[in-house]
């Protein structure tokens, strides 16, 4: 059984740092890229980042350019998301999704596989 499992989520004061973690099983996806995804209430699933194979290449979102860093361990089959200088807008579930294509996809359509999503919540 294919599992995606977020954690590291919670509340976090704005200017400050989470990291979160998406630890995978059931198969390998060491060969596909893998995203991360947010959804604030009463919006649609967006496009954070993203992550080759083999991890030389990531994508982001103009808003979390140069503040967010996507990383991934294909030992441990766990992918991350580095959160820095959080803003009360970055406030959403997170979820990690693994693609069916081996380069970065930052489309939703491009992705096979979801977690159930970890709270990020940013106060001013």
């Known amino acids: 059984q294919v599992q995606l499992v977020e954690s590291g989520g919670g509340l976090v004061q704005a200017g400050g740092s989470l990291r979160l973690s998406c630890a995978t099983s059931?198969?390998?996806?060491?060969?596909?890229?893998m995203g991360w995804f947010r959804q604030a209430p009463g919006k649609e699933r967006a496009f954070v980042a993203t992550?080759?194979?083999?991890?030389?290449?990531?994508r982001y979102s103009d808003s979390v350019k140069g503040r967010f860093t996507m990383s991934r361990d294909n030992a441990k089959n766990t992918v991350y998301l580095q959160m820095n200088s959080l803003k009360p807008e970055d406030t959403a579930v997170y979820y990690c999704?693994?693609?069916?294509?081996?380069?970065?996809?930052?489309?939703?359509?491009?992705?096979?596989?979801w977690g159930q999503g970890t709270q990020v919540t940013v106060s001013s």
């Open positions: 992550v080759s194979g083999s991890g030389g290449y990531t």
């Open positions: 999704a693994a693609a069916r294509v081996y380069y970065t996809a930052t489309e939703r359509t491009a992705y096979d596989y």
């Open positions: 059931g198969r390998t996806f060491s060969n596909v890229a």
